[in-house]
DNA sequence: CTATGTGCAAAATTTTTGCATAAAA
DNA sequence: TTTTATGCAAAAATTTTGCACATAG
């Protein structure tokens, strides 16, 4: 748990950014919330015991965790863009009910597999991927 | 081809809704443009041969696309929705590449094969999905 | 006729930016 | 002390909406 906090720490100083007290709290806040949180989610969270951070810091530091991959954005289609944090975990991809919402975390090692031969296929070097499966959760398909 | 023009169609008098102009020549031209257009590309393309087309019926009319099934919404990261015509074609996936945002397209069998085992392991009914992989095509990659 | 669609401009949303001030190195 | 960060509010960018008028069925 450290790691993502010292891997955050590593990339401020490579790039000569700074450590603030905003970063750190934004940081903290992002880890103890749960996956999937919208920006106005977190800021809304940080807001009741940090009043004074503003939106632009939580958008330009969420960007920073991103740059330096420990957070992943994700669009849902329902216009907010969400953050995921990344490291530690094993990456898994997502089941989402179009109906009630409720996101599902699943991983499939033979999925990746193909997926890294698809890139070989192509010559293309993956950073990154992403898996969505869209459409009714056990409880919405029932009546 | 006709095929898209008759869903469209028959999924307007389905619902009871109506057959205009603007929807007509909105989806030409989303025919005849290539895939992943982006809502601003469009409607600039319309523009050109019909100026007096509104943003708000393209905004609308994509929706529609998509609603009936002859359409396909896709955010790839940039702020902006992009949509692809959907009938017809099997159904693939993207390489994106993050530095020229080159988009090929691919599809392997496979892996929605797995993807329907992942489902039904959840009890989940898919409707849709979503594979994107990002990084380097093989121009990118060299120096 | 009647219900739906359109165009426009205004509103709502979401995200980015400029700038004076504050804080870190 | 010099550079980067912050907070605020303003600006951009994208998408949605209200409404009077137009058009399809």
Redesign the interface.
Known sequence: MGKIRDKFRRYLSEKGLKSTQQRDIILEEFLAAGSHLSIEELYLRIREKHPNIGYATVYRTLKLFSECGIAE?H?F?DGQTRYESVIGEEHHDH?I??RCKRI?E?E?P??ET??DE??R??????????????????DC?KP
């Open positions: 954005e669009q289609g089941l009910c179009t599902i699943f499939d033979r999925i193909l997926q698809v890139a296929r192509h010559n293309f070097k993956i950073e990154n991927h992403r898996l969505e499966l869209y459409g009714l959760c056990a398909q």
